[in-house]
């Protein structure tokens, strides 16, 4: 999951921002390229990608900082999805 | 070509349009310029909003609401924006508050609050602009300081529409974080307001200026985390825009009936003026406009049903381009009309005051510019698009 998570967010950076010079732990909020409509994109992939939605607590900005930060939030969300059920149960 | 004109294109796809027309033709249209005159929307109207289940549509079903997705709800602003902007642009900010108390509220907060927003008992108001901070939302300086295991509220906040009776209030405020945002409860005895009358458009909108001196809140009343303010502003007023834009639809469709029934009926040189060339070009920019406009906006609300992060880019074309032709079409149906379109009371001097206004809010026509230019040009790059997939 994490592989194909990862791969998907770079995409969808690398697509956003033509020539941008990506790794995974770049900041992309500190080259100045991204704003809080940018920000607001990234909540909607996520959610779309996970099929979850992002909750009110995740929604610090360190969260969306870099593919890594975003590759771990997804993550957590889907695990915690994952355990839903049970917990309901 | 008569269809085209008289049953818009989304009416395909929205059954739920006819509802929305016959709702604004019998309560909204006929004393929309009484109520543009006076100032104010009384309580008949609202009620009436409220019966209709309207103040809910942002939600679906399933959420409490009222909704049955995001076309449907931008159908429903055009037809009100068609009818009466004051009414539409209160209908944005409740919008806009409930939508953000369903997505990002705290449990308490939905308990206490969900209920009489869903049913129009309690409405919202969207308290960000400030003196010194529009479109520079950073700029902002109402601060929410720590109080006991709450924050305490100051500041001035401006040109807050439905201030003048908003039973709750969402407040961008600065903390140790960030700016975060608050719902605060209208009647805190912190929260003091000002009317404002007179304006050059939305004159009915309940405007008002609202202080905070010491407006106490608990923690729950915290919106999302503490410095997420600027991003939750950029979703939020991803659907005020969306509102506007489908707003501004409405006011070119009002624009196009009534320059086509005044041409229809007039007559100049010996014969009416739907038979001279040039009032004709105008009402084919009208028609062309609307058709344009209303096809950009049920784009970015099928993207919005989807859950599509294009949406955002979406919203901020068919804003830009629905409020721009909004305001051509309104200068064009006072010219159509001569002196009686610029009369006291001329329903389309009010569409020509409301459109300057759909042009200022929810993002100005030239913050919209440089968003939608920095957008393409990050996109493309100098290489030119990645293909899908790549």
């Known amino acids: ?89 | 070509m008569s269809e085209l004109l008289t049953r818009p294109a989304a009416t395909v796809r929205s059954p739920a349009r006819a509802r929305f027309r016959a709702f604004v033709d019998e309560f909204v249209t006929p004393v929309a310029a009484a109520y543009d005159a006076s100032g104010t929307i009384p309580p008949p109207v609202l009620d009436a909003v409220s019966a209709a289940g309207l103040w809910a549509a942002v939600l679906p079903a399933a959420r409490g609401g009222s909704g049955t997705g995001m076309v449907d709800f931008g159908v429903l602003h055009e037809e009100v924006g068609r009818g009466c902007s004051s009414l539409r642009s209160m209908l944005t900010v409740h919008s806009m508050v409930l939508h953000a108390l369903d997505r990002w509220g705290t449990p308490s907060l939905r308990e206490r609050w969900l209920e009489p927003m869903l049913s129009g008992q309690v409405l919202g108001g969207f308290c960000l602009t400030e003196p010194e901070a529009g479109s520079d939302i950073a700029a902002l300086r109402t601060t929410a300081r720590r109080s006991g295991s709450g924050y305490q509220i100051d500041g001035l906040k401006q040109w807050t529409t439905g201030g003048q009776r908003a039973g709750v209030l969402l407040t961008f405020a600065r903390t140790e974080r960030g700016i975060s945002v608050f719902l605060v409860d209208g009647s805190d005895p912190g929260v003091s307001r000002q009317p404002v009358e007179g304006m050059l458009g939305t004159r009915a909108s309940m405007l008002a200026h609202i202080r905070f001196e010491g407006a106490l809140v608990g923690a729950d009343a915290l919106i999302g985390v503490e410095g997420a303010g600027l991003g939750l502003a950029a979703g939020l007023l991803d659907i005020g825009r969306y509102s506007v834009a489908c707003g501004s639809v409405g006011i070119i469709q009002a624009c196009l009936e009534a320059s086509v029934r005044h041409a229809a009926a007039r007559a100049q040189g010996g014969a009416p003026l739907r038979q001279h060339q040039l009032i004709q070009q105008l009402i084919t920019k009208m028609a062309v406009d609307a058709q344009a406009a209303r096809l950009l906006c049920e784009h970015a609300g099928s993207l919005k049903d989807t859950g599509s992060p294009a949406t955002l880019a979406a919203t901020c074309h068919a804003k830009y381009f629905a409020s721009t032709a909004a305001l051509r079409a309104a200068s064009d149906a006072v010219q159509v009309q001569g002196a009686a379109g610029c009369a006291p009371g001329a329903d389309v001097a009010r569409y020509f005051r409301d459109a300057k206004v759909m042009e200022i809010i929810e993002g100005s026509t030239q913050i919209l510019e440089l968003l939608i230019a920095n957008d393409a040009c990050q996109r493309l790059g100098e290489r030119g698009p990645r293909p899908e997939g790549d």
């Open chain 1, 1 to 89: 999951m994490t592989d194909t998570t990862r791969t998907q967010l770079r995409q969808f950076v690398e697509r956003r921002f033509a020539g941008i010079e990506l790794t995974d732990d770049l900041d992309i909020f500190s080259l100045g390229l991204a704003n809080s409509l940018f920000s607001m994109e990234l909540v909607l992939f996520i959610e779309q990608l996970i099929q979850t939605q992002v909750p009110s607590e995740e929604l610090s900005l360190d969260n969306f900082r870099t593919i890594n930060a975003m590759t771990a939030l997804a993550d957590r969300l889907t695990a915690a999805d994952l355990r839903q059920p049970a917990e309901l149960g």
